[in-house]
């Protein structure tokens, strides 16, 4: 689920990416216009008022590159805000992998049985201790079914 919410914050960063570059088009589009309106100002005659206008197209450049700093500026700062969030997502994969590694070092075994598994397994375990206890005098008369005779031993 932390996958999904980070897909999601992704697909909004990429819409703000889309978003800069539909400007930036549009800024193109200027682009292409001063170099229509150059155009226009070399066939013209030159005189007072084409300086005039030159000067505002000028501005009209200072303008631009203005805009273009500032679409830098913001889009750096998404950037570096995504590089911030990855590094955070980066320091919590990293955390989830060392509980991982921590949980499995101190893991213990554990086994499933089935019904029929567990019967025999249980069975074993009883043979196991009745041959163990076996080998003790004290444990092989008490091992003996009710109503048989003892047998001593000398």
Excluded: C
């Amino acid at each position: 689920m932390v996958f999904e919410v980070m897909g999601f914050e992704v697909m909004v960063f990429e819409m703000m990416v889309f978003e800069v570059i539909v400007f930036e088009l549009m800024v193109f589009e200027v682009i292409v216009f001063e170099v229509i309106v150059f155009e226009v100002m070399v066939f013209e005659v030159m005189g007072f008022e084409v300086m005039v206008f030159e000067m505002m197209v000028f501005e009209v450049m200072v303008f631009e590159m203005m805009v273009f700093e500032v679409i830098v500026m913001v889009f750096e700062e998404m950037v570096f805000e995504v590089m911030v969030f990855e590094v955070k997502v980066f320091e919590v994969i990293v955390y989830e992998m060392m509980v991982f590694e921590n949980l499995v070092a101190h893991a213990k075994p554990f086994r499933r049985f089935s019904e029929g598994q567990y019967v025999i397994a249980n069975l074993q375990n009883k043979i196991r201790t009745s041959a163990l206890s076996s080998t003790r005098p004290e444990a092989s008369t008490s091992r003996l079914p009710p109503g048989s005779p003892e047998i001593k031993q000398d």
